[in-house]
């Protein structure tokens, strides 16, 4: 059984930075496609950040601030946020991709940027 389980959020103020980290289980994701994405309250969940065959794609908006990253050996994927801002604010989820139509969410973790 395929779990991933997100770890690192919480509440930050504008310009800190916060480490994601998601632990998967059940599966090696050496080769695997995974990415980060978001849900704000009110807003359609959107991509991140994605580590993949291809190589590493960013939101423009995060851009410069925002790392992903893979650790084979621990089998996680971790998002390094930077000069955080309050629109970073989000529940931020974890994903595996293995095909089209099988595909693999975390539960969340919340990130809040605030003073």
């Known amino acids: 059984q395929v779990q991933l389980v997100e770890s690192g959020g919480g509440l930050v103020q504008p310009g800190g930075s916060l480490r994601l980290s998601c632990a998967a289980s059940?599966?090696?994701?050496?080769?695997?496609?995974m990415a980060w994405y978001r849900q704000a309250p009110g807003k359609q969940r959107e991509l991140v950040a994605s580590i993949t065959s291809s190589g590493l794609n960013y939101k423009e908006s995060v851009l410069g601030r925002f790392t992903i990253s893979k650790d084979n050996a621990k089998n996680t994927i971790s998002l390094q946020m930077n000069n955080l801002m309050p629109d970073d604010t989000a529940v931020y989820y974890c994903y595996l991709k293995l095909s089209s139509l099988t595909h693999y969410w975390g539960q969340g973790t919340q990130v809040t940027v605030s003073s």
């Open positions: 059940g599966i090696n994701i050496r080769f695997k496609d």
